[in-house]
């Protein structure tokens, strides 16, 4: 008889701890959001192709911006970016380099998914290496004396990099992100060209800041 109270208790004493065991988990550093200021330098794919090797592009430039993740769960995170650049539209021709045409300014805005991977430490430091993939857009704002005209490209995203802890809630973030999409040629000139399918890297530094 004692042996059926004591099931029956431990079959209770299991029912009552099912609940909390179900609770969403919460993030390893307590934290729920991370807000990273960036700065860094972008080398843009081709727009456009033509006949011996030549190509329209953006000239490398620098790029500024600002990233906010918000735990999902200990090792995902949903992720916004919003970034901004100033650039030449360059022309380049074989043999002779690559003349400027334009100015032109850039602005992307994009969200998506972070897998945080182990942290490991070494020599005493936290580092926390991490993926992300997202989708978005790049505007284009291109002038030329009193003429300027935009364009809106659809972008997917893909990107690596690491944490680099310097406390209990700030960290040195770096990544390396291609955003890859096709330039609007109709939608900033009114003509139907076909644009190449670019890939436009951006290497980054920034201060994460974790609340």
Known sequence: ??????LAGAFAGALSAAPASAQPSKPINGTAFELTPYVGYMVFGDFLKG??????????AAIYGAQL????????????????GNSDVRVGLPFLGG????RSSTL???????????????SGLSLKPFAQAGVGAMRYDISQSIISTQATNLAGNVGV?????????????????????KFDFKDATQLDLQSEMSHNWAFSAGLRLAF
């Open 161 to 181: 990099g690491a944490d680099l802890g310097l406390g209990p809630s700030m960290g040195l973030r770096l990544m390396a992100k291609d955003y890859f999409g």
């Open 1 to 6: 008889m004692r042996s059926y109270i004591l």
């Open 99 to 102: 003349y400027s045409i334009a």
């Open 108 to 122: 992307l805005y994009d969200g998506g998914l972070q897998l945080d991977l182990p942290v490991t430490t070494a």
């Open 51 to 60: 006949p011996l090797g030549s190509s329209v592009s953006n000239a490398p």
């Open 69 to 84: 993740g918000m735990k999902l769960s200990p090792n995902i995170s949903l992720v916004g970016n919003l970034g901004y």
